[in-house]
């Protein structure tokens, strides 16, 4: 079954960086666009990144533009997301989450690594 | 701020049916499909319909989407205590290159 592990999370100071990673397994990792969704405490879920499936295409919020770059690698069936010059207000919850292009649907996400900002 | 426009809460007892609405624009929801999404705290979001309509394969037919204009909906029927959560709705928007915009999420309390 398809499954989506995140990993990489952790506290870190302000202006530090992260790098999160996700593993897939249960499809063909290399022919699926996928994405990076963000949920800080207490708020609702946002949209930080996504990239094609053969790295071609890649998008960023404008809220992370400049600082964060998506990645992956499809021999290792996994996603990458570099997070420099982190802020406080970039503390929250991260999900990496596979797009199903024909739907246009992100069907499935992991279960999401947490990442703390903060002095 | 989100892009699309949910109300934050919403309630019904065991058995009732509610429906939890999304608005959008031209560029979202009134040129593509709509996702919904059930979320519980600390687990991974969870597909409940998707191309506006559509149940994947395990969702009860008792959750259902519609989506008129640039607006769009879920129903809930048969109300059950489980059915508390988050529900979020998604689209793809055309704008700036393209990107995924979200509501900001309607917390459904089961009384």
């Known amino acids: 079954q398809v499954q989506l592990v995140e990993s990489g999370g952790g506290l870190v100071k302000p202006g530090g960086s992260l790098r999160l990673s996700c593993a897939a397994s249960g499809f063909t990792f290399s022919d699926y666009y996928m994405s990076w969704i963000r949920q800080a405490p207490g708020k609702g879920l946002e949209w930080v990144s996504y990239?094609?499936?053969?790295?071609?295409?890649?998008n960023y919020a404008d809220s992370v533009k400049g600082r964060f770059t998506i990645s992956r690698d499809n021999a290792k069936n996994s996603l990458y997301l570099q997070m420099n010059s982190l802020r406080a207000e970039d503390t929250a919850v991260y999900y990496c989450?596979?797009?199903?292009?024909?739907?246009?649907?992100?069907?499935?996400w992991g279960q999401g690594t947490l990442v703390t900002v903060s002095s | 701020q989100s892009v699309l426009t949910q109300p934050p809460s919403a309630s019904g007892t065991p058995g009732q049916r509610v429906t939890i609405s999304c608005s959008g624009s031209?560029?979202?929801?009134?040129?593509?499909?709509v996702n919904w999404y059930q979320h519980l705290p600390g687990t991974a979001p969870k597909l409940l319909i998707y191309s506006n309509n559509q149940r994947p394969s395990g969702v009860p037919d008792r959750f259902s989407g519609s989506k008129s204009g640039t607006s769009a909906s879920l129903a809930i029927s048969g109300l059950q205590s489980e059915d508390e959560a988050d529900y979020y709705c998604a689209a793809w928007d055309d704008s700036l290159n393209g990107r995924w915009v979200f509501g900001g999420g309607t917390k459904l309390t089961v009384l």
């Open positions: 989450a596979r797009e199903d292009l024909r739907s246009r649907t992100l069907d499935y």
């Open positions: 031209s560029s979202n929801i009134g040129s593509n499909t």
């Open positions: 990239i094609s499936s053969s790295s071609s295409y890649t």
